[in-house]
């Protein structure tokens, strides 16, 4: 079976002439043709999300015994950012591990509180860390000991680690991340300017809008040039992306939930 390279189509406004019923069935998408539910091999429905960052909260613990002057210590493991269309540095494309450390300035037994906050100041001074911190001495809503961290970017998990205290990833504030989708700095890099198109108006993404995205992957036959008698089967994918606040997106899920009722979501 012959196969196809993906089209990629990008609609930031649609209109009553976007998508029409064909009197035969099926619909016809301007500017790519007609599609029939009979033609779809497989289809996916995704819409844009804007994604959460991972909070997590390590506890201070001190040893009840320990030789002074005593260091605590937190390291940080940064991983590689999921999110769709990071930019390829350094920092993003391979993990981090930074260490943190604090010890009594008098030279004796630190308290947790003096410990967490520290640690807190410590990280939110480090230009290069990939969490910011929330800690008693200026979040009264964080108990006294804790140091509550958020990733600064979406998408970028993180792990902690302390020879002293406790890691909570789940439970009370704390939650896993969830990747963005269909982000900005991806959809731009779908729809980038081409070269030549200077004096043209480019079709490209507009930033914060949400995005639906539509794919299929459709099958069809064609009659074979040398063989009169003869046709090749063929897959073509292709993948919509319109905006769900354009003006006829409601006619779009309607012609789409009709195309496949399984794949894509009812008006």
Not at 59 to 65: D, G, N
Request: overall charge negative.
């Amino acid at each position: 079976m012959l196969r196809r390279q993906i089209t990629k189509m990008l609609f930031n406004a649609t209109t009553s002439v976007t998508v029409h019923a064909l009197t035969g069935g099926g619909y016809n998408i301007k500017g790519y043709g007609p599609i029939t539910a009979s033609q779809i091999s497989s289809c996916t429905y995704a819409l844009a999300n804007a994604g959460v960052a991972q909070v997590s909260t390590v506890t201070v613990a001190i040893p009840t015994t320990c030789e002074c002057p005593y260091v605590w210590e937190l390291t940080t493991l940064c991983q590689p950012s999921q999110e769709d269309g990071t930019n390829y540095e350094i920092n993003n494309t391979f993990s981090v591990r930074r260490l943190y450390q604090y010890e009594d300035p008098a030279g004796g037994t630190p308290t947790v509180e003096a410990t967490a906050n520290a640690i807190g100041a410590m990280i939110n001074n480090d230009p290069n860390a990939c969490v910011t911190a929330a800690y008693h001495a200026i979040n009264v809503g964080v108990p006294v000991g804790d140091i509550e961290f958020t990733a600064k970017t979406i998408g970028k998990p993180f792990q902690l680690y302390t020879p002293s205290g406790t890691v909570a990833y789940t439970g009370g504030s704390n939650h896993v991340g969830v990747t963005a989708t269909m982000s900005d700095n991806w959809m731009a890099k779908q729809f980038p300017i081409q070269v030549g198109a200077f004096g043209s108006q480019p079709t490209i993404a507009i930033p914060g809008v949400t995005y639906a995205l539509y794919r299929l992957v459709l099958t069809t036959s064609i009659q074979d040039i040398s063989a009169a008698n003869h046709y090749n089967d063929y897959q073509a994918e292709v993948e919509f992306y319109v905006n769900t606040a354009s003006s006829s997106y409601a006619a779009w899920v309607t012609a789409f939930h009709a195309l496949s009722a399984t794949c894509f979501v009812a008006p």
